[in-house]
């Protein structure tokens, strides 16, 4: 197993010469790296390009909650936590009736999520935000 391989903001190269650095570029470090490592005979091209790019995603709660506004968040984050980051939920909003909207393809979709359910504690599929996501929390009709 090779030794992992630190490099600074300019380009390096790694003892055994099989991995290198690429300059900083505006959405992170390129990694090039090539597979020397017994591994060429098997593979058409050993040659690999990873790219790390910033993990930060913004997403807008608005409507009734809380504290609507602009989130950022650094980890994989559903709807729900990104709702109680906002402060959760004023008197006036409905959990039941979160409007999920982003942009797909070019074309801005809308969609009905309904929370309730995890608050009662009954299991649902997690729905995951996305950097640009519009989170809108409706008025309760009660």
């Known amino acids: 197993m090779p030794e992992p391989v630190t490099a600074s903001a300019e380009s ?13 570029c505006d959405q992170g470090y390129s990694l090039n790296w090539t597979a020397s ?28 909650a809380n504290k609507p506004g602009k989130i950022l968040f650094d980890r994989p984050t559903t709807v729900f936590q990104a709702i109680m980051e906002a402060g959760g939920v004023s008197d006036y909003g409905s959990l039941s009736n979160i409007h999920l909207t982003r942009i797909i393809n070019g074309v801005q979709r809308t969609e009905r999520i309904n929370l309730r359910p995890s608050i009662r504690g009954k299991p649902i599929q997690p729905k995951y935000v996305q950097d640009g996501d519009v989170i809108y929390i409706a008025r309760s009709l009660f």
């Open 12 to 24: 390096a190269r790694s003892k055994d010469s099989g991995k290198t650095f690429s300059r900083r």
């Open 37 to 64: 490592y017994g591994y060429e005979s098997q593979l058409e091209n050993s040659e690999v390009l990873i790219t790390l790019e910033n993990g930060w995603a913004g997403v807008i709660v608005s409507g009734f």
